[in-house]
């Protein structure tokens, strides 16, 4: 749908608020989709998760062919390994911001190598599940600005 914003999200954020709170908060995955539709108001927001690549590469081409606004993607582990994604993502038209709930770059060097970030317009790491909101804000100003 025009001016939908997808929410897509890697391997093991299903879990989120059950383990590693330190790090990953007690937010659960619903609180998040729930915080991010009331992000974006009236926007319609399509959240998904999984736990399969290949299941993150059809929804950007489903984002592409619905032309959505834009995707706020969580890629978790994909982020570091997956050219597969970053191939999809390069054809997704529109804003594209990449989220992480940690400070990525704070941690051990396997988590400091972004390939998403090649293609992100911005990035978002290290506000805890909080972050969610700031990236959908960000993106409704995003494209509320659009040809303005
Ligand atoms: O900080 C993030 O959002 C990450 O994308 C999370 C990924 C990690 O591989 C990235 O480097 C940073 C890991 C997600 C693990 O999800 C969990 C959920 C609940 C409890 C423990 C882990």
Redesign the pocket.
């Known amino acids: 749908m025009a001016n939908s914003i997808y929410v897509l999200n ?4 299903n ?6 709170p330190e ?2 908060g007690r937010t659960t995955l619903a609180e998040v989709e729930a915080m991010c539709r009331k992000a974006a108001g009236s926007i319609p927001v399509e959240f998904r998760q999984s736990n399969r690549e290949y299941e993150i590469i059809e929804w950007v081409h489903e984002a592409i062919d619905a032309s959505a606004g834009g995707i706020v993607i ?4 994909f ?2 390994t997956s050219i597969a994604i970053l191939d999809a993502l390069k054809m997704f038209p529109g804003p594209i911001i990449e ?4 400070n ?1 770059h704070r ?1 051990e060097a396997i ?1 400091h190598n972004s390939l998403v970030s090649r293609v992100a317009t911005g990035v978002v ?1 290290g506000f805890g599940p909080s972050g969610y909101r700031m990236a959908v804000g960000a993106m409704v100003d995003m494209l509320s600005l659009d040809g303005k």
């Open positions: 890697g391997p093991n954020l879990r989120l608020g059950t383990r590693e790090i990953y969580n890629p978790a582990a982020t570091f989220l992480h709930i940690s990525i941690r988590y790491a």
